[in-house]
């Protein structure tokens, strides 16, 4: 499968250098640091760094920058760095500290995340991951974090699904609002001692390259529409992920694709755009003018019992079913993970157990989470201690209690683990352009395991890209005389006044909202939980014409000098449209089932997915070529000398 | 169901504002609050008008974003909830509601319902964090903490940040936000060391803000989406008193 398919992209040449720094895995990082240039204490303050995105990534990068003695430029759409939505992450950070004594190390996390995610994630950069883990929970406790404690004082965790010991930290169901507010808080420090300049609500609308570096941004100030231009040394990613294209999904309504996208056009590689992450555990839709889609943390698996009724149809009360005539489908089919089992395999079951006409609620799109068995054998006090905001949020939006009735839950949209292609170092192909936490495509494979996003993104922001950035601001400041008069700031500018001009100017017939619903629709039916050769093609031509019908018929209201939040979508959807169709392209090449993507083209005799290592044991990272021109893929192959690849099975 | 809704209309920072009404009908209870809004939107935006602007993102009650003050009351009529998690079965069919953003003078409305509530970041940077630079943290296991301070500390934690309370608040203060703070940091034994040093510069930053004084009406703790308590605002003043002989210069 070398070449180009039905001309909807070409064969490129593959991608071979990653900068991994070879030898021992146990020493890789070690080696790249001690390789790197650094930059003299003195000389730090000459050096600028725009960063985008305050989340775990970009907040704790940003702080740690500062606290290094650079100056920093952090710019975020939310009127305040502590609301990036790193913030609603509920259940819980990894890390191999081993505090049970129940088997866990480096090397075991390391193995359960690179066969977590299926093996499509690079070892290098996990056994970083897993290596810095024990480092991130040290420092959010220094910072205050609020971990649960044991009655001993010493830190208390709990499993996560995919894993069997127990390493997940947590801070009741609001584990990333915690680690954010420490994150954050290190911040407005270093906003007080003057080291980071952050910008609220502004948005970045263009990359500035010049001289083939990444040297700045375009930006709008989402309160006048002033475009400003910032340069510096060197500009850093941390924008988060692109699930919000589906439409319905559990990110905040703001999650775009953006900053990535605009980056994606200036040279930088989009990598496995078509890796989307399907949680299993969230709130059904209840009806058709839902704007998003509430996750209920992961971790609630440890109490909860998945089932739905043995007989489709059966419409009875949940209380009115005896046990009998319950299918706990998850613990039958996989009694060694039971409903532990990885997210996709839980997704999938559910969507299967639907399928067959045996889900529960509403359209029959939902399976129970049953708390009952939990409540009798710990009693409820200590359910509402591990769980209550949960179970409050869960009956808020639904109007049922679940201490007395079983939630019921169904799959949605809640990671990407796609993103731009970043090396060892975590810079893009784009020189000078960084690219951390979910914004990259790094760490997660095809799958991501929960309590691991947390982890990549506090990882990649207080620890590996701050050991990393200084080796290119050593050897590559801003050359001297470059001012917002250069020519590819000015072509910057005129692009984002452009693009601007055109969305206002269309005046069309139909709202912003109504061309997302639409194009999520197209992607969660054919390029959701799953897709075939068929569906993927047929959303291609899809999404095409409806680009198409959103450029001639879109409403966008007001003008830009003002605050317009009809335009900052409009900007955004415009983007999701074009990612979505290299999301499908990216699918379309990837013939295989891996990860939260089964292809129903590639499955074992017994249903279950079947990946493809011959063909597909690689990254794609897309090249872009110009709109309406099909993307290039390049292919980074992944070898895996520490670990086995073997097909994996919960069973 | 159909609503009434009398909206708080002004185009930018320095214009003058008025209400505005609006009827928004064939919607049901299961929406929530903002999805409402964003169906009165789209209706605006078709009819060639300036949709609503208000400020929103995780919808899941977290992020802290949502600010309106629905017929008299932040966060609207229920108890614990973000506008964002509160639902149209909490209104009658018929009903005719007031919307306002937050009113405060450290808080400018920017344009129709948002506001700008940056005085509450400089109140952070000012003091509301534990200096602890990257790299250089301690085994975690080696400063046990009792479970009652890790759940005192959490309990403060919870603060989201949005605000209620000063819109709440008839002198405008933000001594719950700076309480929880003061709370969440100074029941952790990694929060003694600046534990004077941050009551005080927090608390005078907060002033500086323009900010009025707590006394004691405890409007904020009744709309408080995360439950902060009304006595940490005793643990706020508690602090401060303690810090003020001792001075602020501990911390450099």
Sequence with gaps: MGGAMNGYYAGGDPLVDTKDPGGPITERWDKRRFEAKLVNPANRRKRTVIIIGTGLAGGSAAATLGEAGYQLKVFCYQDSARRAHSIAAQGGINAAKDYRNDGDSVQRLFYDTVKGGDYRSRESNVYRLAQVSAAIIDQAVAQGVPFAREYGGLLDTRSFGGVQVSRTFYARGQTGQQLLLGAYQALERQVASGTVELNTRHEMLELVVIDGRARGVVVRDMVTGAFETH???????????????????????????????????????????????IHPTCIPVSGEHQSKLTLMSESLRNDGRIWVPAVAGDTRDPALIPEAERDYYLERTYPAF?????????????????????????????????????????????????????????????????????????????????????????????????????????????????????????????????????????????????????????????????????????????????????????????????????????????????????????KVTGVNEELNQSLERAGRVADFFELAE?????????????????????????????????????????????????????????????????????? | MKITLRIWRQPDRD???????????????????????????????????????????????????????????????????????????????????????????????????????????????????????TGAAPEAHSVPVPRKDAERAFDAAACIGCGACVAACPNGSASLFLGAKITHLGALPQGQPERDARALAMVEQHDAEGFGGCSQIGECTAVCPAGIPLDMISQLNHDVLTALPRGKDQRG
Excluded at chain 1, 248 to 258: D, E, F, I, K
Excluded at chain 1, 476 to 484: Q, V
Excluded at chain 1, 595 to 624: K, N
Excluded at chain 1, 640 to 651: G, M, N
């Design chain 1, 338 to 554: 039971g409903n532990l089992v990885p997210r996709d395999v839980a997704s999938r079951a559910a969507k299967q157990q639907c399928d067959a006409g045996r889900g529960v609620g509403p359209g029959g799109l939902g399976v129970y989470l049953d708390f009952a068995d939990a409540i009798k054998r710990l009693g409820r006090e200590t359910i509402e201690e591990k769980y209550g905001n949960l179970f409050d949020m869960y009956a808020k939006i639904t109007d049922e209690d679940p201490y007395s009735t079983p939630m019921r839950i169904y799959p949605a949209i809640h990671y990407t683990m796609g993103g731009l292609w970043v090396d060892y170092d975590l810079e893009s192909t784009v020189p000078g352009l960084f690219v951390i936490g979910e914004a990259n495509f790094s760490d997660h494979g095809a799958n991501r395991l929960g309590a691991s996003a947390l982890m990549q993104g506090l990882a990649d922001g207080y620890f590996v890209l701050p050991g990393t950035i200084g080796d290119y601001l050593a050897t590559n400041p801003l050359p001297a005389g470059i001012d917002a008069t250069h020519p590819a700031v000015l072509e910057a500018e005129a692009a984002v006044r452009e693009r601007t001009a055109r969305l206002l100017a269309v005046n069309g017939s139909r709202t912003v909202d109504s061309f997302h619903r639409e194009l999520g629709s197209i992607l969660w039916e054919y390029c959701g939980m799953e897709r075939n050769e068929e569906g993927l093609t047929k959303a291609i031509g899809l999404i095409r014409e409806l680009r198409e019908a959103f450029w001639a018929d879109v």
């Design chain 2, 15 to 133: 214009a003058a504002g008025s209400m505005a009404t609006y009827e928004v009908a064939g919607i049901s209870p299961d929406m929530s609050f903002l999805e409402m809004l964003d169906v009165l939107n789209e209706e605006l935006a078709l009819a060639g008008g300036d949709p609503v602007a208000f400020d929103h993102d995780c919808r899941e009650g977290i992020c802290g974003m949502c600010s309106l003050v629905i017929n008299g009351l932040a966060h609207g009529p229920e108890a614990l909830t973000t506008a964002c998690q509160l639902y149209l079965r909490h209104f009658t069919d018929g009903q005719v509601i007031d919307v306002e953003p937050w009113r405060a003078t450290p808080f400018p409305v920017l344009k129709d319902l948002v506001v700008d509530r940056g005085a509450l970041d400089r109140i952070v940077a000012a003091g509301g964090y534990i200096s602890a630079p």
């Design chain 1, 231 to 277: 340069l510096a040394d060197a500009v850093v990613l941390a924008s988060g992920g692109y699930g919000n294209a589906y439409y319905l999904s559990t990110n905040a309504m703001g999650c775009n694709v953006s900053a990535t996208w605009r980056a994606h056009r200036k040279g930088a590689y989009f990598a496995n755009p078509c890796y989307t992450q």
């Design chain 1, 582 to 651: 290299l999301m499908c392209i990216d699918a379309l090449h990837r013939r295989e089932s891996c990860g939260a993507h089964f292809r129903t083209e590639s499955r074992t005799p017994e249903g279950e997915a079947l990946r493809i290592d011959e063909e597909y044991s690689h990254v794609a990272a897309w090249e872009f070529t110009g709109d309406g021109a099909p993307p290039i893929l390049h292919r980074e192959h992944l070898g895996f000398e520490h670990i086995k690849v073997q097909a994996r099975s919960y069973k």
